[in-house]
């Protein structure tokens, strides 16, 4: 294992002020953020969007990393030009999403497994090939009443730290994202209980199967009401909660921590974030930045809808709100 590439990998993607991307929205998702909008379901409208991204001025400025779906790998603008080497020459590394989806646990209702394991190392090498340094894997973890199980958390975990291994060994660094949902009417407390537990295991896990810390990065969801909850704090209250769970799970090795944003605005999420380094940034011993896709990205998506004289726009948009949040990064940013 080139422990010694992973690290430098990580720190780059974890470097100054800079955060993630993430545009690895699979079919599904991608089609269902068009429909909404009204903009045709097809691959080379996909194309087009992901163009706008990977072409947007100054965007290099604010994130470090990109992390595409496989769709994405082998595409080209107009001109020919493939997006990977797009992103090269702007200096940002490449990564993507290689789980294949989380799918129900068999014997217990309303949980869910990912998918992605058979065939794993033959994907890696072949993206590692391309040019490609980081990957992802995303576990979903749903709160309701008797769950998340032991069981799921356990198996999540396992399978979370099988993909990191595999990374580590092809010379990706793996993003470790095991996202407790915002959805439904928990408390704060509640989300805090099982964020806390879901880390927990995962690093034991990730420990057993020899993960090196310094060269992976976790993606965790903040520790935040559920959506339904009729009491919703303040950023300070969330950055106390949060930061407070993390200090207790999250080694200090670990390469970085870089915030999925779940579904809250993306006011709320550079506001949260921006508080986490306001108020804590002296105590925490990994670099914390965010690795969002729809709190930098749904604004862009709402002024483009599909329209060729929408584009620059759309692009301003989206290089604005990834400055945001890298100002959060520096507890600089304000609405
Ligand atoms: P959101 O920031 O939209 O939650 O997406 C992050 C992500 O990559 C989910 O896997």
């Known amino acids: ?24 929205e699979s079919l599904g998702t991608c089609n269902k953020r068009f429909e909404a909008l009204g903009i045709p379901q097809t691959e080379e409208y996909r194309r087009k969007y992901r163009q706008l991204i990977v072409t947007t001025p100054q965007l290099e400025e604010s994130i470090s990393g990109a992390i595409l779906f496989d769709e994405t790998v082998y595409q080209k603008t107009e001109d020919g030009v493939s ?7 702007k200096g940002i590394i490449a990564g993507i999403k290689v789980d294949q989806g989380a799918v129900p646990l068999a014997a217990f209702p309303d949980e869910k497994i990912t998918e992605g394991l058979d065939g794993l190392r033959q994907r890696l090498e072949s993206y590692y090939a391309l040019g490609i340094r980081f990957a992802k894997w995303r576990a979903v973890i749903k709160i309701d009443e008797g769950i998340p199980t ?25 993003i470790v994202e095991p996202e407790v949902l915002m959805d439904g009417n928990h408390t704060l407390e509640r989300c805090a209980e099982v964020t806390q537990d879901v880390l927990k295991e995962v690093f034991n896990e990730l420990y057993e199967q020899r993960v090196c810390l310094e060269g992976m990065i976790l993606k965790p969801n903040m520790v935040v009401p559920g959506l339904n909850c009729n009491v919703q704090q303040k950023a300070e209250d969330i950055a106390e909660a949060t930061i407070s769970c993390f200090l207790k799970v ?16 993306y006011e709320l999420a550079s506001e949260r974030l921006n508080m986490m380094h306001l108020r804590f940034g002296q105590v925490m011993p990994w670099p914390l930045t965010f690795s969002f896709s729809r709190a930098i990205q749904q604004p862009a998506l709402d002024i483009w809808k599909g329209e060729d004289q929408n584009i620059a726009a759309a692009q301003k948009m989206l290089a604005y709100r990834a400055s945001c949040n890298s100002a959060a990064r520096r507890a600089e940013y304000s609405q």
């Open 1 to 24: 294992m080139d422990i010694h590439g992973l690290k430098n990998t990580a720190q780059r993607l974890m470097a100054d002020d800079k955060g993630l991307l993430a545009m690895d």
């Open 250 to 265: 999250i080694p200090a090795a670990v390469g970085g921590v870089a915030f999925l944003s779940g579904g809250q605005s």
């Open 83 to 89: 997006f990977l080497s797009l992103l090269e020459h």
């Open 150 to 174: 032991k069981a799921c958390i356990k198996a999540n975990a396992l399978t979370l730290a099988r993909y990191a291994t595999l990374c580590q060994e092809t010379g990706l660094v793996p």
